[in-house]
């Protein structure tokens, strides 16, 4: 066991296929004196879920770790803040209210296609064109103007910087206790100091936004909790930065894998393809996407494939019981979600891109827990709406202009995110005819 242990931090998705594997659905064991549970069964999912729910497993042991990042944003708050920032903010991201920034989607996904188009390659790097595409609309949804500027250039450098550096620092807190801090000193060292240019910076954005706009900067300070009281400047600034962090990266890496897997199934692409064109010149409205199935059940299968959370993890407050298990206190519980993702007794064929898993019922014959992608129990993600939104645009967007095919293989490899290892260079070739859709 101990070496798979040890492998968590350089193989983390092998060595979690690896641990189950061998030890089965619900492993307990312990790593520098720190007692650990590795489950990959979506049943223990929910026992764990609905435990939660009463307040006997938290997110606690982690929260010394998160803070100089997140502070007390929702990725990492707790106890009545977490409570009432989540009351506070879902509201924001309901079907209803992303409408609000549906046209900044369309028009940033328009903008990069007309670019491609003008530039007439037919070799184009997807990772940095998504990038942009996905920043863009982040810098006008939350903070309003797009300014075309050095210090969002070295916003971007420095949210790279901090996606590499977070997971190994939140791995060695689980695993060790921060013992193995040692081992990225001059990781953590370039990390702090892109945190703080990172924080420096929505912290400008915020003295220049007021309370009047649309902004969701503007939208944040605006709210008000049961009791009537707003996010304090802390707060506002923590929920920023948490929501700007996990609305790029995550999105990015899933739109990257979706373009490499397409570009590498050719079948599959074209009945993409096929449905996108059935939609003639209609506009790309959310009602009008709701009718992509096999373009939605390609998106939810390369989250499947490439989950951008490999596992999930909680602390156990109390003694608790999972898989006729008990789990003793103070016993970190990870949920092993890539297993899961591949283990053939809940997927045909779980090592192949099939969107075929997501069509005609064959997701209500699985568990509920089976398929995560967007966290589960009480701290699911608030932005799901939003994140499906925009990536869905992006992607008809793109496929109604554009045929895609990728040449070469790209392995993942794991930050706080499930990403390509390099960035993916595609071919393109203009469909005939096509229009871009608004």
Known sequence: MLIYLARLITNPTGALTSIHNKYGDCVQTCFFNKRLLFTSNPAH????????????????????????MFGDGLFNSKGETWTNQRRLMQPMFT???????????????????????????????????????????????MF?????SNSEKLLMAAIDTIVKGLFPHLLSETLGKGKLKRLFVLQNRRMEKAINQFVGYVESKI?????????????MMKGRDRNGSQMSRALLRDEAVTLFLAGQDTTVNTLIW?????????????????????????????????????????????????????????????????????????????????????????????????PEHFLNGA????????????????????????????????????????????????????????????DVIVSVTPNVNAKIGM
């Open 258 to 354: 979706f373009f490499y897997l397409i570009g590498r199934h050719e079948v599959v692409h074209k009945r993409i393809t096929s449905e996108i064109m059935e939609l003639e010149d209609a506009p790309l409205t959310p009602e009008t996407l709701e009718r992509l199935t096999y373009t939605k059940a390609a998106l939810y299968e390369t989250l499947r494939l490439y989950p951008q959370a490999i596992a999930l993890s909680r602390d156990t407050a109390e003694t608790i019981t999972v898989g006729g298990q008990r789990i003793p206190k103070d016993t970190s519980v990870i949920m092993s979600l890539y297993a899961t993702n591949r283990d053939g007794r809940w997927w045909d064929r779980p090592d192949e891109f099939n």
């Open 95 to 141: 079907k209803q209210a992303i409408a609000e920034w549906h046209g900044i989607m369309l028009e940033e996904a328009a903008n990069a296609v007309a670019r491609l188009k003008s530039n007439g390659s037919t070799k184009v790097n997807i990772s940095e064109e998504l990038k942009a595409i996905i920043q863009s609309i982040l810098i006008q949804v």
């Open 45 to 68: 999912y929910e026992e764990i879920f609905n435990q939660e729910a009463k307040g006997l497993l938290n997110r606690d042991s982690l929260y010394e770790a998160k803070k100089p």
């Open 363 to 422: 997701a209500t014959q699985r568990h509920k827990y089976t398929f995560l992608p967007f966290g589960g129990g009480v701290h699911n993600c608030v932005g799901r709406h939003f994140a499906e939104l925009e990536m869905m645009v992006i992607i008809v967007t793109v496929l109604r202009a554009f045929t895609i095919q990728v040449n070469e293989d790209i392995n993942p490899t794991v930050s706080i995110t499930y990403k390509p290892e390099r």
């Open 144 to 148: 309003g103007r797009l300014n075309s």
């Open 207 to 219: 003295d220049e936004i007021g309370p009047d706009g649309h902004e969701l900067i503007s939208l």
